[in-house]
T-cell receptor
Framework: QQPVQSPQAVILREGEDAVINCSSS?????VHWYRQKHGEAPVFLMI?????EQKGHEKISASFNEKKQQSSLYLTASQLSYSGTYFC???????????????FGKGTHLIIQP | DTEVTQTPKHLVMGMTNKKSLKCEQH?????MYWYKQKAKKPPELMFV???????INESVPSRFSPECPNSSLLNLHLHALQPEDSALYLC??????????????FGQGTRLTVV
């Protein structure tokens, strides 16, 4: 089942903050965040595993609320290079205990203006 | 080497042609994936290979035929495609198909146009 992302699009001024949300109706094992620029491949940002941990990398961080099956990506003091489409990819465990590949949300289109 | 290499980068083919897409990685990853991405849409999972065996086929039409000749190489054979199959085809690899917290590395994709 495809996770639901919100908002669909965000326009920010450089230096402003943004939050992108991802939720699923299915029990999740992990949530992956990717950024894709036009004409390029998705680029990995971070993984969050069930357990509600929060991860961060420089000015980008994320959280995973296992009870709510929700993840949020936080972009702090946004830079022009943050522009692109952000996808969350979710993964559940199958009956054999394996993970079957990522199902991506529809994406959030982020535009950073100078 | 943390790259997934896809060839060709662009492909134009007729509906009666047979062509193949190639994907290669040398990271020792044992799970490899094919995704299809239409414009302004998210990548959609097509096939999953784990230890060179096809483990998942997401109800993909038989005109798409995957092949994994060895642990480093993944092919996607195309035959009798339709114009609606035009898309960006992405290959990805990952450490293991099991429940590991590993990222998926994506290739740059093959942009396919069916005429």
């Amino acid at each position: 089942q495809q996770p639901v992302q919100s908002p669909q699009a965000v326009i920010l001024r450089e230096g402003e903050d943004a939050v992108i949300n991802c939720s699923s109706s299915k029990a999740l094992y992990s949530v992956h965040w990717y950024r894709q620029k036009h004409g390029e491949a998705p680029v990995f940002l971070m993984i969050l595993l069930k357990g509600g941990e929060q991860k961060g990398h420089e000015k980008i961080s994320a959280s995973f609320n296992e009870k709510k099956q929700q993840s949020s990506l936080y972009l702090t003091a946004s830079q022009l290079s943050y522009s692109g489409t952000y996808f969350c990819g979710t993964e559940s465990l199958n009956s054999g205990g394996g993970a079957d590949g990522l199902t991506f949300g529809k994406g959030t289109h982020l535009i950073i203006q100078p | 080497d943390t790259e997934v290499t896809q060839t060709p980068k662009h492909l134009v083919m007729g509906m009666t042609n047979k062509k193949s897409l190639k994907c290669e990685q040398h990271m020792g990853h044992r799970a490899m994936y094919w995704y299809k991405q239409k414009a302004k849409k998210p990548p959609e999972l097509m096939f999953v290979y784990s230890y060179e065996k096809l483990s998942i086929n997401e109800s993909v039409p038989s005109r798409f035929s995957p092949e994994c000749p060895n642990s480093s190489l993944l092919n996607l054979h195309l035959h009798a495609l339709q114009p609606e199959d035009s898309a960006l085809y992405l290959c990805a690899s990952r450490g293991d198909r099991g429940p590991m917290n590993t990222e998926a590395f994506f290739g740059q994709g093959t942009r396919l146009t069916v005429v």
